[in-house]
């Protein structure tokens, strides 16, 4: 089974910094894309940033510049280091990855999230 688990979430003022943490455990090949999405009431959930196993990142517009994503493959973790953070970053945010377990086909696996709120 399969699991990724979020952390590093909380309650910040506007232009301060959060770093999330999402560890994937239990039994799986390789680790593809991962990924960081969002969701905040009444809205869809969005791509906030991803990253290849080869490090290659992807961001959306709103956080360019202020957010940075990055991997531990060793750890099977991914982070996001969150700074100038503005109020309308308020959301859930889920770690997302894709890999192949160990018995079944490669998909995508998502963490239960973890909420920012950004303060005005």
């Known amino acids: 089974q399969v699991q990724l688990v979020e952390s590093g979430g909380g309650l910040v003022q506007a232009g301060g910094s959060l770093r999330l943490s999402c560890v994937v455990s239990?039994?799986?090949?390789?680790?593809?894309?991962m990924g960081w999405y969002r969701q905040a009431p009444g809205k869809q959930r969005e791509l906030v940033a991803t990253?290849?196993?080869?490090?290659?990142?992807n961001y959306a517009d709103s956080v360019k510049g202020r957010f940075t994503i990055s991997r531990d493959n060793a750890k099977n973790t991914v982070y996001l280091q969150m700074n100038s953070l503005k109020p309308e970053d308020t959301a859930v945010y889920y770690c997302?990855?894709?890999?192949?377990?160990?018995?079944?086909?490669?998909?995508?696996?998502w963490g239960q999230g973890t909420q920012v709120t950004v303060s005005s």
């Open positions: 997302n990855a894709n890999l192949r377990p160990l018995y079944g086909p490669r998909g995508d696996y």
């Open positions: 990253i290849t196993s080869g490090g290659s990142t």
């Open positions: 239990g039994s799986f090949f390789s680790i593809k894309d």
